[in-house]
């Protein structure tokens, strides 16, 4: 986009993409839209992504006034609106108890008095430029303003504008966002509906894994007003999905959930072994009451467990063998028999854990110990 400022994005070597695009546009309504256009009338190839069947979000639902102090239908009609009075006016409606006259920033903080600085000094240069983009925008002269009696209102009317129908009519949020995708459509810009940006699986280098593979389960959603979650890492892991939705759907989907990062089993080998099928088989045994699975190195683990009596000789025999059925690997078990399993601090049970896994690159590979302790994997022994 010619910014200095912005980062080149690194090529991404290797990897398919069925779509290669400057900005990618999450959601498909007012903010999305008028994002894209000014990205494309920037240069930018854009990509509009809308989770539902169609455009439009809450924007539809609009009336579709908009607030703009010192637009360019007062500022040509030469009504006063200063800067001073606007400011005032956002501050205290916008932060009552805070609100302080006499203050530099209003009573607020500087960020938050910068922002509505920002809103005032920008809100027209944006409006025009969307009218430059050929959205038609009418000004109600006589609309007054949401708490006109108050001392700082001192331009009580006008700073309200709405779409502008083609007809002549005063349009609202249904015939702004059909104004909106129109100019979109008039542009090219892609926009794909029943797309949802919600997760990705990806492996260790953050690339999306394949379907079938496992791989960590990065999350974005934008639901949350409050903290909007962007590629954020929930700490899961699961396997992506070969087959697609029965409703129709094409959209990718999470397969099996192999568990938290800290349950993973590491192993020597570079793989991530989620412990849940093991945890499956051991929990029918009737004499364990309750058990913990440790994995202290890349082949040694040890089973905390709750009885009433020692687990015989071979019950540990029996045990040692799912684990290297399971893992697929030579690995090495200890017993112990414990009065009960010690919780975590939050006072969550936890059947499995991985000491590997705060620093599993640098544990190195420890080699299996010999003795009575070991067991042989039917397809290593052969
Ligand atoms: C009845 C009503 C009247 C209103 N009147 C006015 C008014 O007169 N003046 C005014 O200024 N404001 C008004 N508002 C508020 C205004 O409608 C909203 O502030 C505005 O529409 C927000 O636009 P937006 O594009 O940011 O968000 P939205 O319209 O909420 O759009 C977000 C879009 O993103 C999509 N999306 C969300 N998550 C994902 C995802 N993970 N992947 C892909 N897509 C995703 C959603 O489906 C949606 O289409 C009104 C609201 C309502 C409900």
Same mark, same amino acid.
């Given at each position: 986009?010619?910014?200095?400022?912005?980062?080149?994005?690194?090529?991404?070597?290797?990897?398919?993409?069925?779509?290669?695009?400057?900005?990618?546009?999450?959601?498909?309504?007012?903010?999305?839209?008028?994002?894209?256009?000014?990205?494309?009338?920037?240069?930018?190839?854009?990509?509009?992504?809308?989770?539902?069947?169609?455009?439009?979000?809450?924007?539809?639902?609009?009336?579709?006034?908009?607030?703009?102090?010192?637009?360019?239908?007062?500022?040509?009609?030469?009504?006063?609106?200063?800067?001073?009075?606007?400011?005032?006016?956002?501050?205290?409606?916008?932060?009552?108890?805070?609100?302080?006259?006499?203050?530099?920033?209003?009573?607020? #903080?500087?960020?938050?008095?910068?922002?509505?600085?920002?809103?005032?000094?920008?809100?027209?240069?944006?409006?025009?430029?969307?009218?430059?983009?050929?959205?038609?925008?009418?000004?109600?002269?006589?609309?007054?303003?949401?708490?006109?009696?108050?001392?700082?209102?001192?331009?009580?009317?006008?700073?309200?504008?709405?779409?502008?129908?083609?007809?002549?009519?005063?349009?609202?949020?249904?015939?702004?966002?059909?104004?909106?995708?129109?100019?979109?459509?008039?542009?090219?810009?892609?926009?794909?509906?029943?797309?949802?940006?919600?997760?990705?699986?990806?492996?260790?280098?953050?690339?999306?894994?394949?379907?079938?593979?496992?791989?960590?389960?990065?999350?974005?959603?934008?639901?949350?007003?409050?903290?909007?979650?962007?590629?954020?890492?929930?700490?899961?892991?699961?396997?992506?999905?070969?087959?697609?939705?029965?409703?129709?759907?094409?959209?990718?989907?999470?397969?099996?959930?192999?568990?938290?990062?800290?349950?993973?089993?590491?192993?020597?080998?570079?793989?991530?072994?989620?412990?849940?099928?093991?945890?499956?088989?051991?929990?029918?045994?009737?004499?364990?009451?309750?058990?913990?699975?440790?994995?202290?190195?890349?082949?040694?683990?040890?089973?905390?467990?709750?009885?009433?009596?020692?687990?015989?000789?071979?019950?540990?025999?029996?045990?040692?063998?799912?684990?290297?059925?399971?893992?697929?690997?030579?690995?090495?078990?200890?017993?112990?028999?414990?009065?009960?399993?010690?919780? #975590?601090?939050?006072?969550?049970?936890?059947?499995?854990?991985?000491?590997?896994?705060?620093?599993?690159?640098?544990?190195?590979?420890?080699?299996?110990?010999?003795?009575?302790?070991?067991?042989?994997?039917?397809?290593?022994?052969?």
């Amino acid at each position: 986009m010619g910014n200095p400022e912005v980062l080149a994005p690194e090529p991404a070597a290797g990897v398919h993409w069925d779509v290669d695009v400057d900005i990618v546009v999450v959601g498909g309504a007012l903010a999305g839209f008028t994002t894209a256009l000014h990205a494309h009338e920037l240069g930018a190839s854009v990509v509009v992504l809308e989770k539902a069947a169609q455009v439009g979000g809450t924007a539809r639902k609009a009336v579709a006034g908009m607030w703009v102090p010192n637009n360019r239908f007062m500022q040509q009609a030469g009504t006063a609106d200063g800067k001073a009075d606007a400011l005032a006016y956002l501050a205290r409606m916008a932060r009552p108890l805070l609100f302080d006259p006499s203050h530099p920033h209003l009573g607020l #903080t500087r960020w938050e008095f910068e922002l509505f600085e920002a809103l005032y000094d920008n809100a027209d240069t944006a409006f025009r430029a969307l009218e430059a983009l050929g959205v038609e925008l009418e000004q109600d002269a006589e609309f007054p303003d949401y708490h006109m009696h108050l001392p700082e209102v001192t331009a009580p009317r006008g700073r309200e504008l709405f779409p502008h129908n083609p007809d002549g009519t005063r349009g609202d949020g249904e015939s702004f966002i059909a104004a909106l995708a129109g100019l979109m459509a008039q542009r090219q810009i892609p926009v794909h509906v029943e797309h949802r940006v919600a997760g990705v699986i990806v492996d260790e280098t953050g690339r999306p894994v394949n379907a079938g593979e496992m791989g960590r389960v990065l999350v974005t959603t934008l639901e949350n007003y409050l903290m909007p979650l962007i590629r954020y890492e929930i700490g899961d892991y699961a396997v992506a999905a070969a087959n697609i939705c029965g409703c129709g759907r094409t959209l990718p989907l999470i397969g099996r959930i192999a568990g938290r990062a800290v349950d993973l089993f590491r192993m020597a080998d570079g793989r991530m072994v989620s412990p849940y099928d093991l945890i499956s088989l051991i929990k029918w045994r009737s004499e364990i009451r309750q058990f913990q699975i440790v994995q202290q190195g890349f082949d040694r683990y040890q089973l905390r467990y709750v009885s009433e009596r020692p687990v015989s000789a071979q019950t540990e025999a029996w045990i040692r063998a799912k684990f290297c059925e399971s893992l697929d690997a030579r690995v090495v078990v200890a017993f112990e028999q414990v009065p009960e399993i010690a919780r #975590t601090r939050a006072g969550k049970f936890m059947p499995a854990r991985s000491e590997l896994f705060d620093d599993a690159k640098s544990a190195g590979a420890e080699r299996c110990a010999t003795g009575q302790n070991e067991c042989r994997h039917p397809r290593q022994t052969g």
